[in-house]
């Protein structure tokens, strides 16, 4: 074996209603290049105005402070479903959908040694979702 990891799973936020801005705590990706991270919306806020965008961060070791590698989100409040970005070198940055997933974005670039996800909206209340992430080698 060359050193390169299987992939793996990875439960960041389990279902649960949050408010609309949350953040996780930081995640420690040691010896994975990419991963696809899921956020699985399940309920819309209950005083929906605009929808949930999620973030991807990554944390800049120095500072400690965090920047934007990929956004996703909609202006349709009271759509569930799955919404996924993959982060990963060289992935097709071209549009498009995956059969099964409400929107998708693909970023061509590294994940980080440390990252996180974070949730915003206008809204106000609660939205129940969950964020996982499939770490590849």
């Not at 899921?38 to 999620?54: A, D, E, L, R, W």
């Not at 991807?56 to 569930?80: L, N």
């Amino acid at each position: 074996m060359s050193g390169r990891r299987d992939n793996t799973s990875l439960t960041l936020l389990p279902s649960a209603a949050r408010p609309v801005v949350s953040k996780s705590t930081d995640f420690e990706n040691v010896g994975y290049s990419g991963g696809v991270f899921h956020f699985n919306v399940s309920s819309p806020t209950s005083s929906p105005t605009v929808g949930p965008t999620f973030e991807v961060q990554g944390r800049e070791v120095t500072s400690g402070k965090y920047y934007t590698i990929a956004t996703i989100g909609t202006t349709d409040s009271t759509s569930t479903g799955i919404r996924r970005v993959a982060v990963y070198p060289g992935a097709s940055t071209a549009g498009g959908s995956a059969l099964g997933v409400y929107e998708q974005e693909n970023i061509s670039t590294p994940l980080p040694h440390t990252f996180r996800v974070t949730s915003t909206s206008a809204s106000t209340g609660a939205l129940t979702f969950s964020v996982s992430v499939d770490l590849i080698g």
